[in-house]
């Protein structure tokens, strides 16, 4: 892991399911229709009258070991060494889908009408003018920080484990997560 690494803190108990992250998200990256490259899944559970329902705002994890870097045979994936951004290059993009089948957290989105992947890439540019991204900067309930992964996991009640998304052990993930004792994960 890059000392640097760029990570994502969400917090869920603050996410009203609005999806202005993921329209944001569209409207910067083309807005193809079915192409969600950050996506806001919402998960239920319990028995009446204890019900519950909460939302993650998701999209590229950036991992540690990234599958996707590993699987595809065009190299459109790089990892960067400075701050860990796992970068998709659109142009060496051949289409075969591969990182799709490969990626736990379904990030690779497969645009069909392009023929490539379609996938966050932290907003990169804006991150390199000193800018944030733009779900960070549209969501009206501040749900998702971007800072050092270093700083993120410390902050109080933070997680990589919670209920719905899969095992950080898979790909380490750079993400964690603020949660409520519902999306407590007991794996
Ligand atoms: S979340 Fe998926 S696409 Fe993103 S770096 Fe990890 S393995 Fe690759
Ligand atoms: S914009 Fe914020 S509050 Fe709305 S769905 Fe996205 S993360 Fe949740």
């Known amino acids: 892991m890059p000392v640097g690494q760029i990570a994502f803190l969400v917090d869920?108990?603050?996410?009203?399911?609005?999806?202005?992250?993921?329209?944001?998200?569209?409207?910067?990256?083309?807005?193809?229709?079915?192409?969600r490259i950050r996506q806001v899944r919402t998960f239920e559970g319990g028995e009446f009258p204890r019900v519950f329902a909460y939302a993650i705002s998701m999209s590229c994890n950036h991992c540690e070991d990234p599958a996707c870097v590993a699987a595809c045979p065009a190299g459109a994936y790089t990892k960067r060494a400075g701050d860990g951004i796992?970068?998709?290059?659109?142009?060496?993009?051949?289409?075969?889908?591969?990182?799709?089948?490969?990626?736990?957290?379904?990030?690779?989105?497969?645009?069909?009408?392009?023929?490539r992947i379609r996938k966050c890439n932290l907003c990169v540019e804006e991150l390199d003018r000193g800018r944030?991204?733009?779900?960070?900067?549209?969501?009206?309930?501040?749900?998702?920080?971007?800072?050092?992964?270093?700083?993120?996991?410390?902050?109080?009640?933070?997680?990589?484990?919670?209920?719905?998304?899969?095992?950080p052990d898979l790909t380490k993930p750079a993400c964690v997560y603020l949660i409520r004792s519902e999306a407590t994960d007991v794996r």
């Open 132 to 167: 944030l991204p733009v779900c960070v900067t549209a969501c009206p309930m501040r749900v998702i920080e971007v800072g050092r992964l270093a700083d993120l996991e410390t902050r109080p009640g933070a997680t990589m484990l919670i209920r719905g998304v899969p095992s």
């Open 12 to 35: 869920t108990t603050r996410c009203i399911n609005c999806k202005t992250c993921e329209v944001a998200c569209k409207d910067v990256n083309e807005g193809v229709v079915g192409v």
């Open 86 to 115: 796992v970068v998709h290059d659109p142009e060496r993009c051949i289409g075969c889908r591969y990182c799709t089948w490969v990626c736990p957290y379904g990030a690779p989105q497969y645009d069909a009408t392009a023929g």
